[in-house]
């Protein structure tokens, strides 16, 4: 427990605990706000759509917020000090080598999948999701105002990612990731020579294939079915719907492979977890 | 006596010193409202006036003004620490050591830029989250929101190539594990998928971040330099186009 402790109140993980407890004061006050849209079909500020003069007050509340922020960063300098620790030496690698905390959602997907999906194919699909989210959204409504009826699948989907995806997997990294990363819970003590036996195997070794021809096969289609089956089925029941026809193939396809992307690491985690699979597609050039 | 004072102070506002400086009044008109934002430098990328909803905190949560404060913080006390600071293996430690022990106040400065540092990747992130929530990305902001998604990394690398210049243990490892998964990188990464044959460790992606096959002084200068100088130029540049499409996107969006 005492590690514990000192883990939470190092100083470079103090951003963590902030964000532990401003991301529920936030997601309250925007869940107020759009349960009152929803509850009276009327944005929460639409009686608010007056202009004002910029100066005095927007200029006013900026320079109280300024004053307040520089407060809280003056105190928090006063009180913590930035670490320091010994110098520098490539040949003494502390036991765990942990990224800087805003990278520790990608680090803890390392568990999951080979460093080049988990390090550099998912952090690029994350930038390209993020940036085609206004193309592929096409609702119009929910703009400029807290709702949740309006918009519930967006919603969900980011919501999802941004808070377990990225906060929590960041938090389960900083905190309870020990030595050799290793899971360890906060009143466990960090043994450094815990040997975790692994016994992972891949999914096609469940099924009975013991042929790596026949297992690259089946992994191309276990990988290709996940992607193509929902989408495809769904499109085929639902092609009618004035929403498809609005959406358009191209952004179906974009949409449906972005989702089942990010929806790919929770169930890795499970398979993971629950089956101790290491991996679905095991192939002479790559590994997923 | 208030007479004289009063003489006095008009005096110094008409004066050609003060006229050359400050163009508009003090009175109270909506005419001088908007003058002040127009003819200040500091303020001419507000609107004269905006929506009353866009005042409210619990619709923007200020979390794009306090990243912008953030910046300032960094970059203010980011100049004074290169006073006192050297990007060469033989001094940064002992650099930094002595800001912390012999500069006075020097350990407040290092203190503020970290946090301010910190500070701003958090409340980018919420900022990001609020901009999503209130569903502002959509027509005609779309462009601005791709705009703030880049500014969203240069904020994790201003923030990263920053964690290496303390040159001790904790920077060392954090920003070899950070760039270790650059060699996994397909095709460009001599471990990554689909490597052609001449892809090796000393001429992959990997070796072009750290300018080396291992972090080593090269890449503390390399760091240095995108640091201090070409990263926050980018950012500035980048920031500046932020606050201008929201400008030009009608302001900050709002019901209707
Ligand atoms: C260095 C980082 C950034 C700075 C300094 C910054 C600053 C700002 C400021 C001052 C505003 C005015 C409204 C407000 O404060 O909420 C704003 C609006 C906006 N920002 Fe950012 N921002 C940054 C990053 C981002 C990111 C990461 C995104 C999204 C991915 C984003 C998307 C937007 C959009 C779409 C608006 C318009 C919001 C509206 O009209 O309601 N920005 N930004």
């Not at chain 1, 550099?120 to 009826?149: E, F, H, S």
């Not at chain 1, 009143?187 to 469940?206: F, G, I, K, Q």
């Not at chain 1, 719907?241 to 990010?262: A, C, H, K, P």
């Not at chain 2, 009063?6 to 163009?23: P, Q, V, Y």
Request: proline letters at 6%; hydrophobic letters at 50%.
């Amino acid at each position: 427990m005492e590690h514990f402790i000192a883990l939470v109140t190092k100083p470079d993980n103090v951003p963590i605990v902030a964000i532990l407890f401003l991301i529920p004061y936030f997601i309250w006050l925007s869940y107020r706000q759009a349960r009152q849209t929803d509850k009276t079909g009327v944005p929460s500020d639409a009686a608010l759509n007056d202009k004002v003069y910029v100066w005095p007050y927007l200029c006013r509340n900026e320079f109280i917020c300024a004053i307040i922020v520089m407060l809280v960063l003056g105190v928090w300098s006063i009180m913590i000090d930035a670490p320091l620790e010994e110098p520098s030496d490539p040949t003494k690698t502390p036991n765990p080598s942990k990224a800087p905390w805003y990278f520790l959602a990608l680090q803890e997907m390392l568990v999951y999948f080979d460093p080049w999906i988990a390090g550099v194919v998912l952090p690029g699909l994350i930038i390209a999701g993020l940036i085609a989210i206004p193309y592929i959204d096409i609702n119009p409504k929910g703009k400029g105002y807290y709702t949740i009826k309006e918009r519930p699948f967006a919603l969900a989907v980011f919501s999802f990612g941004f808070i377990v995806l990225w906060i929590v997997l960041m938090v389960v990294g900083t905190f309870l990731r020990g030595p050799g990363w290793n899971f360890f819970a906060p009143w466990e003590a960090w043994d450094p020579h815990l040997v975790v036996p692994l016994t992972n195997v891949n999914l096609s070794y469940l099924f009975g294939i013991r042929e790596a021809d026949t297992a690259n096969f089946f992994g191309f289609v276990v990988v290709a079915g996940y992607f193509a089956i929902g989408p495809v089925f769904y499109l085929w029941k639902r092609k009618s719907s004035q929403f498809l026809q609005e959406l358009g193939l191209v952004r179906y396809i974009v949409v449906s492979f972005l989702f089942l992307t990010m929806l790919a690491l929770p169930i890795k985690m499970v398979l993971r977890v629950v089956l101790n699979v290491k991996y679905i597609w095991v192939s002479p050039w790559f590994n997923i | 006596m208030n007479e004289e004072r009063k003489g006095l102070k008009e005096k110094i506002t008409n004066s050609d010193i003060w006229r050359s400086m400050f163009r508009h009044g003090y009175e109270n008109t909506g005419r001088r409202y908007t003058l002040q934002v127009l003819q200040n430098v500091w303020l001419h990328l507000h609107p004269p006036r905006i929506s009353r909803h866009a005042l409210n905190f619990r619709f923007t949560w200020c979390m794009g003004g306090i990243t912008f404060l953030m910046f300032l913080v960094t970059a203010v006390t980011g100049v004074l620490l290169m006073f006192y600071y050297r990007p060469t293996a033989e001094y940064a430690f002992h650099d930094v050591q002595y800001l912390e022990f012999d500069i006075p106040f020097g350990m407040l400065l290092r203190n503020m830029h970290r946090w301010a540092a910190h500070g701003m990747v958090i409340s980018v992130m919420l900022h990001m989250f609020r901009v999503f929530l209130t569903g502002s990305y959509k027509k005609p902001r779309e462009f601005n929101w791709a705009v703030g998604v880049i500014l969203l990394l240069v904020t994790f690398f201003l923030s990263f190539t920053g964690y290496l210049l303390p040159w001790d243990q904790l920077a060392f490892w954090a920003v070899t594990v950070g760039t270790n998964m650059a060699r996994a990188t397909p095709v460009l990464g001599h471990e990554g998928p689909f490597a052609p044959q001449d892809i090796t460790q000393s001429n992959d992606v990997r070796f072009a971040l750290l300018a080396g096959t291992i972090v080593g002084p090269s890449t503390l200068l390399r760091f240095y330099i995108l640091h201090c100088v070409a990263v926050p130029l980018l950012a500035s540049v980048l920031m500046a186009l932020h606050f201008w499409r929201v400008r030009k996107d009608g302001g900050i969006s709002g019901p209707l």
